[in-house]
T-cell receptor, first 113, second 112 residues
Framework: AQSVTQPDIHITVSEGASLELRCNYS??????LFWYVQSPGQGLQLLLK??????LVQGIKGFEAEFKRSQSSFNLRKPSVHWSDAAEYFC???????????FGTGTRLQVFP | NAGVTQTPKFQVLKTGQSMTLQCAQD?????MSWYRQDPGMGLRLIHY???????DQGEVPNGYNVSRSTTEDFPLRLLSAAPSQTSVYFC???????????FGPGTRLTVT
């Protein structure tokens, strides 16, 4: 069955520290992958996507992610976290021509000054 | 462009009532989806559409209907509201698979 796992429900980091949020997927076809961010009471904003090509993708707000097919992972990274990065982050995966997406359960990021 | 708009922002229903959540996009996107978001469960796909006149079920379609008569609009109908449908509902659209979906601001629905 198709699934997306975000193993960390809640992560706390200090401002300026590096960040890595984990995402693992199980999908039969070649996937396309996304990371979204959601601030409290808001909709979801696309941070970055992997569709094909270079497995290291750059996104907005200084985020990047690396697609590792052998590990079925698409981890999100940022070298130095800002207080404004505090939010919930969702990994999503899809395939084929319908644009149906499966979302992970999310990781809540808390940033301490 | 307004992007993806949803109305209403908040709604309270009594069990058994029906209502329609509105979703519209002005980006000429063919692909549209409805999700529900519940604490600890991420977003789950209710229904989706790949173009006007074409809809299909997602992961949790029971109790919901959709139609897509125009490219711009994709309303979600609750036929007979139940407390289990208390949730935040998001509409999203995209211009092609794999290119990323744009989300509306959401509708918070409470069923008592």
């Amino acid at each position: 069955a198709q699934s997306v796992t975000q193993p960390d429900i809640h992560i706390t980091v200090s401002e300026g520290a590096s960040l890595e949020l984990r995402c693992n997927y199980s999908y039969g076809a070649t996937p396309y992958l996304f990371w979204y961010v959601q601030s409290p009471g808001q909709g979801l904003q696309l941070l970055l996507k992997y569709f094909s090509g270079d497995t290291l993708v750059q996104g907005i707000k200084g985020f990047e992610a690396e697609f590792k097919r052998s590990q079925s992972s698409f981890n999100l990274r940022k070298p130095s976290v800002h207080w404004s990065d505090a939010a919930e982050y969702f990994c999503a995966v899809g395939a084929g021509n319908t644009d149906k997406l499966i979302f992970g359960t999310g990781t809540r990021l808390q940033v301490f000054p | 462009n307004a992007g993806v708009t949803q109305t209403p922002k908040f709604q309270v229903l009594k069990t058994g009532q029906s209502m329609t959540l509105q979703c519209a996009q002005d980006m000429n996107h063919e692909y549209m989806s409805w999700y529900r978001q519940d604490p600890g469960m991420g977003l789950r796909l209710i229904h989706y559409s790949v173009g006007a006149g074409i809809t299909d079920q997602g992961e949790v379609p029971n109790g919901y209907n959709v139609s897509r008569s125009t490219t711009e609009d994709f309303p979600l109908r609750l036929l007979s509201a139940a407390p289990s449908q208390t949730s935040v509902y998001f509409c999203a659209s995209s211009y092609a698979p794999g290119q990323g979906q744009y989300f509306g601001p959401g509708t918070r629905l409470t069923v008592t």
